[in-house]
Every structure is written in C-alpha cells, then in structure tokens.
C-alpha cells in the first residue's frame, strides 16, 4: 500500500484534542462536548466551568464559533486548565503506586507513559488501572502512552567476563560468527548492519562510547578501526548514523507489545527508531490488523531518534503521517553531534507547527531532580527554550520513573506552576521577542 494512499486515514485534530483526553473519557461529558459542531470552544467552555467551579455545560448545547462566551473568573482557576504546555511522566518503580500517581497528577502530569522497554505486561496492567481510578477519583482526563523498545541492535559476547578494552588506531572486526569475541573481533548479530555498512561510515558502541569506522567489508564481515577507544562488553548496544537499515521497526517483542497495548486501550503508541516515513505506514497497517473493529484508533506518536528522518523530505513525510511527534533527544544526541540537537529539535518543532502537529520534547530536561529536589538553570533553561519553539509538551523520563519521586513532589518546585509562568509570559509576547531577536541579534558581539 502506498504511503500517499494510507495519509488521508492519518488526519490529526489539534494537539489540544489529544493531550489529556484518555480512550475512557472520550464518551464523557468532556468527550461530548469536544466532538460536537463547535469541538474546542465548547470543550473550552467546560473545562474552565469545572476547574473554577461552576455549572458544567450541557453536552448537547451548541456554542456558535465566533459567538462571545462568558469567561469565568481565572483567579479560581486551577494552574491545570490554564497551563499551555502538556507534561508526560514515565511510570517506574519509584513511581507504581496509587499514592505516588496520584501525586504526580496533582503536581500537574496529564500524560502517563508505559515504557514496555521495561517490565511485563502484568506490570503495565496494574499501572494502566491505578491511572483510571485517579481519573475517576478526580473525573478528569488523563492520557496513557505506550512506549515501544524498538529494535536493539547489539553485539554478541566476549570470551572474557570483563570485555575487551580497545586502544586508539587499532582494528576490530565484527562478523556473523557466534564464536565468544576476542580483542581482535566479536560476533555482529545483524546481517543488516553489515550489508548496510559501507567503508567510511561510523558505528559507535555503547552510546557512543567507543566508536569506530568501517575500513572494509566483504561477505558476513566489516573491519573498522577504533577512532575513540574504550571497553567493549557482551551485549552493548550500536548505533548506525551513516546507514539506513532495512529493518523492520517493530520486533516480535514490539508486535506482541502492540497487540497488548490493543487490548488494554491506550491512547497513544511511541513508536521507537523511526527511520523512514514507511515506518509509520508499516504500523498503521498493524494496527487496523490487530484492531479491525475498533471505533478509536490509538493516535500514533513517532520518536526522531535516526539521521535518516532528516534526509530529503522525510522529515515532512513522517510528520504528515503520524499524529505528534516526539523529540528523543536521547538517541538523536548519540547519532548526531551533540551540538546538532538544538538545531535539530528546533527544525522538528517548526515542521510540527507548519502542519498543525502536537510534539513532545524529551530526554533530559529535569535530569539532575532524579537525585535533587531542585533543577539546575541550565535544566531550566532548556525546558523554558523547549516552550519558547512551541512544544506541546515536555516529557519526564528517569526524573519520575527512578529517584526520589516523592521529594519532588513535595518541594517547592512545582513543575506546573513553573510551565504556566513561563507559557503565560511568553505566549502573548512571542511573535514580537522572535522578530526582534532575528532582526537586531546581538550574537555577532560576543565573538
């Protein structure tokens, strides 16, 4: 099936209609009122009238576009319904009970992410119905995304326990052979990989930890020589930014995954390692398999994490495809030079916003508060840069899976009222701080 034929099943409503509005609700009041004649102003209507207190509206009265609408007193209004910029938190061990979910979305998490890298099935379960009983609890929306491994691209293992540790300047082969590796040579379990290398091209090993350039190749083998030493262990990860992979995204573990998540009705489904915009029709295509009958299809969220996303007008594509986008800053920043990302993320943000697409930013933003009460300038600084571009939303990973969640949401720092300050300053004034700051840019002083 063609890619321009499936586009047209693909159309996205406003981020606004996806962030915070779960599969449960979409037959509520809410839900009602956001699919009627006049969809985000009544859906606007009743969320203000809920958080300052007021009657709710009738589902089934019309609001006429354009008409003037009473606006409630926003000095009752909750910092929830007046915030412009979504937050999505990671569930974990740290982060698995009633108690602690629910204080995440007090704190103000509207998205709850299930990362399937991790854990059984059974897990995801027990989390997905904790979620609901905070929304029914609260009667408030909340969104639930499933996020897929992806293919883990790997090496084999090495004869000694400890692995190897390459120096500068010498080679190493990797090959299709199973035999234990050696300081010469370990086993590349993915043919793929290596039809794909091509002399020049660079692998790195462990997340960019050791990296190396492809020198030559022939039939199962490629040799490189090492351009950043360090130790190689069994089983650390590659990364191929010069090669695209005839690979298929989705793994058998993903497959079995996406079925599930099916079954359980989330509301979004992260697609890892996105490479080409075939990707997304690939898992469209699998989804309508699994799921014939279903009235609501799960929105798709693509993750840019692969140079290739970004050749020709493949970014364009993939963004036309999907329903929002996701800027994983993780894996991008090991596949591109680190001083790329901004860049990069700015370029994904802009596309998002051509086409009307919700995206989320992610990897990083609050790193340090897996340890501290308190984030570092810099960390706030990037997530106040990430609203200024237009993000629809900031995603929290280790920050709320791991750590110590329970400090942070009884600090000072509520990172709610952090994202309302930020997106009500600067949201009124951003076209004019954009057009001064490109038309009287100081940045040639500094040197």
């Not at 379990?189 to 290596?194: G, N, Q, S």
């Not at 497959?255 to 079954?263: F, T, V």
């Not at 993320?345 to 051509?354: F, S, V």
């Not at 629809?392 to 009222?417: K, P, R, T, W, Y």
């Amino acid at each position: 099936m063609k890619i321009q034929a499936l586009a047209a099943l693909l159309t996205a409503a406003p981020a606004a209609a996806f962030f915070g509005v779960s599969a449960s609700k979409k037959q509520s009041t809410f839900g009602t009122a956001l699919n009627s004649g006049s969809g985000m102003d009544a859906y606007d209507v009743q969320m203000k009238a809920y958080a300052a207190g007021l009657p709710p509206l009738n589902p089934n009265q019309q609001v006429a576009t354009g008409a003037p609408i009473a606006e409630p007193n926003y000095d009752k209004l909750t910092q929830r319904w007046r915030k412009k910029t979504k937050q999505l938190a990671t569930l974990g061990p740290a982060s698995s009970s009633f108690e602690m979910i629910e204080k995440l979305f007090l704190a103000g998490a509207d998205v709850f992410r299930l990362n399937f890298s991790h854990g059984e099935h059974q897990q995801k379960q027990e989390l997905l119905d904790i979620i609901r009983q905070v929304e029914k609890k609260y009667d408030h929306p909340i969104a639930v995304l499933g996020d897929l491994q992806g293919p883990k691209l790997r090496v084999g293992q090495f004869a000694n326990p400890d692995g190897e540790l390459l120096q500068n300047g010498q080679a190493f082969r990797f090959d299709l052979d199973p035999a234990p590796g050696t300081i010469q040579r370990v086993q590349l379990p993915h043919p793929e990989i290596i039809e794909a290398s091509q002399v020049g091209h660079v692998l790195l090993i462990d997340d960019g930890k050791v990296q190396m350039r492809v020198t030559g190749t022939g039939a199962g083998y490629i040799d490189c020589v090492v351009e950043v030493a360090g130790s190689i262990k069994d089983r650390k990860g590659v990364n191929t930014p010069d090669s695209v992979l005839e690979i298929s995204p989705l793994t058998p573990k993903d497959r079995a995954d996406l079925e599930y998540m099916l079954s359980i009705g989330v509301d979004w489904i992260a697609l890892s390692f996105v490479q080409r915009p075939e990707d997304i029709v690939e898992i469209t295509r699998l989804i309508m398999e699994y799921n014939p009958q279903s009235v609501i299809r799960p929105h798709i969220m693509a993750k840019i994490e692969k140079p290739s996303c970004f050749y020709g007008d493949s970014l364009q594509r993939i963004v036309e495809l999907c329903d929002g986008i996701m800027v994983a800053r993780g894996d991008l920043g090991v596949e591109c030079a680190p001083e790329d990302v901004p860049i990069l993320q700015k370029q994904i943000i802009d596309e998002c916003r051509e086409q009307g697409k919700p995206v989320v930013v992610a990897t990083q933003m609050l790193e340090s508060m897996i340890e501290s009460p308190t984030p570092t300038r810099a960390e706030t600084s990037d997530v106040a840069t990430a609203i200024y571009d237009g993000a629809d939303a900031i995603m929290l990973s280790a920050e709320s899976a791991a750590g110590e969640v329970s400090s942070h949401v009884h600090s000072g720092f509520d990172l709610c009222s952090i994202f309302v300050r930020l997106t009500h300053i600067v949201s009124p004034c951003l076209n004019s701080i954009r057009k001064s700051l490109s038309s009287c840019s100081n940045a040639s002083s500094i040197g």
